[in-house]
């Protein structure tokens, strides 16, 4: 892939024939610190240029898959939100291209008025003919950050600088995941539509208003972005240049950050992460997130549709010894459905071992051997799960580990029938209301969606119903503890650990701080000096 600057139009064919040269170029490409193997260096001229090594591949700029952590690094620094929620005011939800906004009494409208002097990068004017755009071009596709949508009926467009978001229903928790919903050039976007609705144009391009733009610098090992001058919020702090290249495993992107060779390091475990702690130029921090490893099982068909062999499931695994010695005791085991990051919990005791009961519990299943899938490019995950593999062993289960790529995983969540029995994953809710989070995971109206378990409790959905109408968040929060029980005695997943993800930079870096609008931090904040 070669994501091009968006006045230029890219074949197939040259795309393909960049890769190899566009890949050794990011391959080679010198930190902004010394580079020369002195540990993240020092501030020169060229430290406004900044190389984050990430896991996984690259593989669209399309906003419509923000879902997918790696498209939202860089579409978060791309593109803007509507909204979003401000870390120095407690997470209070602010505006970002709107200025200011108002939730109808009834929930079941949004009033936005649109942020002066926003121009998208080909220096068109933000107006509200792209929001309205935007909103319906993710309906339309219904995939990705379209779930976040769910209730979206229409948008009126009053003026240039107003609009007006309706509902189909009253939605308190609506609001909340428009924190990740991007806005598009409609213009410019319409115009390469062809038959896919400018997935594939968007694939090779961007169409932002944010203080990073496009370059034609990328593959799907990468690509590099640089600072948008006539950004409406313009910061000289920000880095020049952002270069994000792909480099899967955790010992290489240790070597490399030590190396001066790259200057954020997204890919280490914990114990290269600890490793790193006290080098020369390098800061380290365990940044903790909104996200769980979790272990999802199939709750509608084959052996784990049984609820006592998911509780078995739970119950075989060696928490503290994969806290310990995986974690090296970073982050904290796993206490209910929600991570640590919600005040919104139920008390809840960790998660813990009790191989006694796991074995009655899984007796049923006989000489029947389990698939795990799990990310095999992410040396954290392979531990986890060749340790439950042992425990699973130990009591006489044969559990078979598979790898999946992350979005051939979210492809098999379409029909219950595809969804694997068990699923090893870093799953995240990205909104402080957990309210969208809890109904995209557990509503099942969301199977064949987002519901990763397939999950069906008639209970649940009713308690969910009536927080979507709960204006008052303290009510909701009182739904939302007990669909937490509800879920967790219904054993939907095995809640293994909190995500407190390591992260290691060049030491005159700053903003490197949890977010909920990326994970785990956004760039958005990242300033040099």
Same mark, same amino acid.
């Given at each position: 892939?070669?994501?091009?600057?968006?006045?230029?139009?890219?074949?197939?064919?040259?795309?393909?024939?960049?890769?190899?040269?566009?890949?050794?170029?990011?391959?080679?490409?010198?930190?902004?610190?010394?580079?020369?193997?002195?540990?993240?260096?020092?501030?020169?001229?060229?430290?406004?240029?900044?190389?984050?090594?990430?896991?996984?591949?690259? &593989?669209?700029?399309?906003?419509?898959?923000?879902?997918?952590?790696?498209?939202?690094?860089?579409?978060?620094? !791309?593109?803007?939100?509507?909204?979003?929620?401000?870390?120095?005011?407690?997470?209070?939800?602010?505006?970002?291209?709107?200025?200011?906004?108002?939730?109808?009494?009834?929930?079941?409208?949004?009033?936005?008025?649109?942020?002066?002097?926003?121009?998208?990068?080909?220096?068109?004017?933000?107006?509200?003919?792209?929001?309205?755009?935007?909103?319906?071009?993710?309906?339309?596709?219904?995939?990705?950050?379209?779930?976040?949508?769910?209730?979206?009926?229409?948008?009126?467009?009053?003026?240039?600088?107003?609009?007006?978001?309706?509902?189909?229903?009253?939605?308190?928790?609506?609001?909340?995941?428009?924190?990740?919903?991007?806005?598009?050039?409609?213009?410019?976007?319409?115009?390469?539509?062809?038959?896919?609705?400018?997935?594939?144009?968007?694939?090779?391009?961007?169409?932002?208003?944010?203080?990073?733009?496009?370059?034609?610098?990328?593959?799907?090992?990468?690509?590099?972005?640089?600072?948008?001058?006539?950004?409406?919020?313009?910061?000289?702090?920000?880095?020049?240049?952002?270069?994000?290249?792909?480099?899967? /495993?955790?010992?290489? &992107?240790?070597?490399?950050?030590?190396?001066?060779?790259?200057?954020?390091?997204?890919?280490?475990?914990?114990?290269?992460?600890?490793? @790193?702690?006290?080098?020369?130029?390098?800061?380290?921090?365990?940044?903790?997130?909104?996200?769980?490893?979790?272990?999802?099982?199939?709750?509608?068909?084959?052996?784990?549709?049984?609820?006592?062999?998911?509780?078995?499931?739970?119950?075989?695994?060696?928490?503290?010894?994969?806290?310990?010695?995986?974690? &090296?005791?970073?982050?904290?085991?796993?206490?209910?459905?929600?991570?640590?990051?919600?005040?919104?919990?139920?008390?809840?005791?960790?998660?813990?071992?009790?191989?006694?009961?796991?074995?009655? @519990?899984?007796?049923?299943?006989?000489?029947?051997?389990?698939?795990?899938?799990?990310?095999? !490019?992410?040396?954290?995950?392979?531990?986890?799960?060749?340790?439950?593999?042992?425990?699973?062993?130990?009591?006489?289960?044969?559990?078979?580990?598979?790898?999946?790529?992350?979005?051939?995983?979210?492809?098999?969540?379409?029909?219950?029938?595809?969804?694997?029995?068990?699923?090893?994953?870093?799953?995240?809710?990205?909104?402080?209301?957990?309210?969208?989070?809890?109904?995209? @995971?557990?509503?099942?109206?969301?199977?064949?969606?987002?519901?990763?378990?397939?999950?069906?409790?008639?209970?649940?959905?009713?308690?969910?119903?009536?927080?979507?109408?709960?204006?008052?968040?303290?009510?909701?929060?009182?739904?939302?503890?007990?669909? /937490?029980?509800?879920?967790?005695?219904?054993?939907?997943?095995?809640?293994?650990?909190?995500?407190?993800?390591?992260?290691?930079?060049?030491?005159?870096?700053?903003?490197?701080?949890?977010?909920?609008?990326?994970?785990?931090?956004?760039?958005?904040?990242?300033?040099?000096?």
């Amino acid at each position: 892939m070669s994501i091009q600057h968006r006045s230029r139009k890219v074949t197939l064919a040259a795309a393909l024939l960049a890769l190899p040269l566009v890949a050794a170029s990011l391959a080679s490409c010198t930190a902004g610190g010394s580079g020369g193997g002195g540990g993240g260096g020092s501030t020169t001229a060229a430290s406004t240029s900044v190389v984050v090594g990430f896991k996984h591949e690259f &593989n669209t700029m399309d906003p419509l898959r923000a879902d997918y952590a790696q498209t939202n690094m860089v579409d978060n620094i !791309v593109y803007e939100p509507l909204i979003k929620f401000d870390a120095a005011q407690d997470n209070k939800m602010i505006g970002a291209l709107a200025k200011d906004f108002k939730v109808a009494d009834d929930a079941k409208s949004i009033s936005f008025t649109l942020r002066d002097g926003v121009t998208f990068h080909d220096g068109t004017r933000l107006t509200a003919k792209d929001v309205k755009y935007s909103f319906d071009r993710y309906t339309r596709l219904g995939q990705g950050v379209a779930s976040l949508l769910q209730g979206y009926d229409s948008t009126t467009v009053v003026d240039d600088s107003h609009i007006v978001i309706n509902l189909k229903a009253p939605n308190a928790f609506f609001i909340n995941g428009l924190a990740n919903i991007y806005i598009l050039e409609a213009d410019l976007v319409s115009k390469n539509a062809g038959s896919d609705d400018a997935q594939g144009w968007l694939q090779a391009h961007e169409a932002g208003t944010g203080p990073f733009e496009g370059t034609d610098a990328s593959s799907a090992d990468g690509t590099t972005v640089k600072r948008f001058d006539k950004y409406w919020g313009f910061d000289d702090k920000r880095p020049t240049q952002m270069v994000f290249r792909r480099i899967d /495993e955790s010992a290489t &992107n240790r070597d490399e950050l030590k190396a001066g060779n790259i200057d954020v390091s997204f890919g280490l475990s914990a114990i290269d992460a600890t490793a @790193l702690k006290g080098q020369s130029g390098v800061s380290v921090k365990f940044v903790p997130t909104s996200g769980q490893t979790q272990l999802w099982f199939n709750t509608s068909t084959g052996p784990t549709a049984d609820p006592k062999i998911r509780e078995g499931l739970k119950l075989a695994f060696d928490y503290s010894g994969g806290f310990q010695k995986i974690l &090296n005791s970073n982050g904290a085991i796993s206490s209910g459905i929600l991570s640590p990051a919600f005040t919104c919990r139920p008390g809840a005791k960790p998660s813990a071992q009790d191989k006694t009961k796991a074995k009655e @519990l899984l007796s049923g299943l006989g000489s029947t051997a389990l698939d795990l899938r799990y990310q095999s !490019v992410d040396s954290t995950q392979t531990q986890i799960a060749t340790l439950f593999q042992s425990n699973l062993k130990d009591l006489g289960v044969t559990v078979n580990l598979v790898p999946i790529a992350f979005p051939d995983y979210l492809k098999t969540l379409s029909d219950p029938a595809t969804i694997p029995g068990l699923t090893l994953i870093n799953d995240y809710i990205l909104t402080p209301d957990p309210g969208a989070g809890l109904d995209k @995971l557990y509503n099942s109206a969301n199977i064949g969606g987002t519901n990763k378990g397939a999950y069906s409790n008639p209970k649940v959905d009713e308690l969910l119903s009536k927080a979507r109408a709960t204006a008052d968040a303290g009510d909701r929060c009182d739904l939302y503890k007990q669909v /937490e029980t509800t879920v967790a005695g219904d054993s939907v997943q095995a809640n293994l650990f909190q995500v407190a993800f390591p992260v290691g930079y060049r030491s005159d870096l700053k903003g490197i701080d949890f977010s909920w609008s990326a994970t785990p931090i956004s760039f958005f904040t990242l300033r040099v000096g």
